[in-house]
């Protein structure tokens, strides 16, 4: 039976604050965490855990060594991978999102590998941001706003 739930990925995540929110999320929404190394810090961080509060212990983790990695065991559909960037072409309302979609995040400072989006331009989305002096947000905060908005469907929106 395939897995039909959403799952978010992080993509060589730099700061535990970031990690430990966005797992928090994932335990509220039932979804899964998938980490994709390196990390700029340790899974055993305080801050890790203090961000993920009392939660951090629920997070359905998997982690991954490389982006191949993920790519070679879990063989994830093209149309089911959505990334997400500054610059993406479109917005995060534009899709449909399927159920078992991939919600792709880069790190904080360099946002995703031109080697992880290389073929992938139609499948790369942003959070619009119309006030050009705020040059990006808080990935904790962007994959949260993601995260609902690719689940509204599921969650009576």
Known sequence: MSDLRMKTVLVTPEIPYNTGAIGRTCVALNLEL???KPYGFSLDEKAVRRAGMDYWKHVQLTQYDSWQDFLDN?????EGLYFFEEHGAQSVYAPDYQEDAYLVFG???KGLP???LKGMDDRVFNLPMPNPLVRSLN???VATAVIYQAMRTQLGG
């Open 74 to 78: 879990r063989m994830p559909l093209r």
């Open 139 to 141: 990935l904790a905060n």
């Open 114 to 116: 031109n080697s992880v």
């Open 107 to 109: 790190c904080e400072s």
């Open 34 to 36: 998938i980490l994709i």
